[in-house]
């Protein structure tokens, strides 16, 4: 094995509908061995493939379980900085990275990363999957059902935690029925599911503080687990500001790239918990940097992912590992196929990922079932949020 080097980084783009997920393989020089990793960024699959197939050069030829300076070699050498695009196609292949190394040492990679400090890993998903189309539905008629349907579904399968998407996309300063809506749709859903399941609010980024602030207050005596991206990530010290006069929880990061861009959130204490994502911020090491930096803070992580079936295999080892971890994204109902286009023997149950104690990620993809799921430009992408005088929203 101390010959091993990296052969090939190649992409694998599967169509599901509200995105397209981007595969990462990472072969190397030994028969059979490769490894994979996740890529997922929404609206921006071919960029990302364009950035993987950039980052490749640097990497073949080199040993695979050499992960940290693999990922400093892209990152650094690269000159420029990376943003999103850079970060995601990075993520993907420094999973991939992962991958190998658990399966050359015939071990799954949460024991690689410091072994499991818990025994299962808790887990919420989305009311509403990934149709955003209920989302709109529900705010032109005023009308909350449609989620508490779908909340008491998911509570039917074991799940005690969801997250809504509630507030809608507002300006400057919202009207009156903009919170009237929030209020009202949160307490149908406090009703509905009582108080053993948790709800999180996602705000998508969409407010101004003094928005966020009034959502905050109108869902505080609904005791939402935290409110989520109350404004945009741009200004730490609005976040920070807003953190400080919020009577609930308040969550950011899945914009936030590399230990670097969460450094300011960290130093003014601008949320209560973080929520990288691995398949953005710079991978599993990344991620655990970023966590280890958390927890000097007494801060939360609650990974964001809504992406594909790798990325779970990620999420589970890097929640399994990780002491600070709150809670798993998840949103396993996107597509009916999800789990048709790999093979793993990842395990839920009553809400919670089990452990998963195959060599590496402990999933493969399929390929030939991927392929049957080609790229597709995505349709949700040219759906434009606007205000009433037709000026351009926050999504």
């Known amino acids: 094995m101390c010959a091993m080097k990296i052969t090939a980084v190649k992409t694998v783009v599967v169509n599901a509908e509200m995105r397209n997920w981007v595969f990462v393989k990472v072969e190397t020089s030994e028969p059979g061995l490769y490894g994979w990793g996740e890529a997922t960024l929404e609206w921006k699959t071919r960029a990302v493939v364009g950035a993987v197939e950039d980052l490749a050069p640097m990497i ?18 690269s000159f420029w900085r990376m943003g999103v695009i850079g970060m995601s ?21 949460y024991k690689l990363l410091g072994g499991a400090v818990r025994d299962k890993v808790r887990m919420y998903t989305h009311l509403g999957g990934g149709d955003m189309r209920a989302v709109y539905e529900s705010q032109r008629s005023n009308d909350p059902q449609v989620f508490v349907e779908r909340a008491l579904a998911v509570q039917e399968k074991g799940y005690k935690a969801v997250k809504v998407l509630i507030t809608p996309p507002t300006e400057s300063l919202n009207p009156i029925a903009a919170y009237d809506y929030a209020e009202r749709t949160m307490a149908y859903l406090r009703e509905a599911v009582g108080d053993e399941m948790d709800i999180m609010v996602d705000c998508h980024g969409r407010h101004s503080p003094a928005n966020a602030l009034e959502f905050c207050y109108v869902l505080a005596p609904y005791r939402p687990y935290f409110v989520e991206e109350p404004i945009p990530p741009e200004n730490v010290d609005a976040l920070a500001e807003l953190r400080k006069r919020s009577p609930v929880p308040i969550a950011t990061g899945e914009r936030v790239v590399t230990r670097f861009g969460y450094r300011p959130i960290f130093e003014k204490q601008a949320c209560h918990v973080i929520q990288p994502d691995l398949c953005h911020c710079g991978g599993l090491w990344e991620a655990k940097k970023i966590a280890a930096m958390a927890e000097t803070y007494y801060m939360g992580v609650a990974p964001h992912n809504p992406l594909g079936p790798v990325a779970n295999a990620v999420a589970l080892h890097f929640a399994l590992s990780t002491p600070n971890f709150l809670i798993q994204e998840d949103m396993l109902e996107d597509v009916p196929w999800r789990w048709d286009v790999v093979r793993s023997s990842l395990e839920t149950r009553d809400g919670y990922w089990l452990i998963c104690d195959e060599p590496g990620l402990g999933i493969d993809v399929d390929e030939d079932a991927a392929r049957r799921h080609p790229f597709q430009q995505e349709v949700i992408h040219s759906t434009t949020v606007r205000a009433h005088d037709g000026a351009i929203l926050d999504w």
């Open 89 to 109: 196609a990075i993520s993907g292949i420094e999973q991939a990275l992962w991958d190998i190394r658990g399966k050359v040492l015939g071990q799954p990679v």
């Open 60 to 77: 073949i030829g080199e040993n695979p379980e050499r992960i940290e300076f693999l990922f400093q070699k892209m990152y650094r050498q």
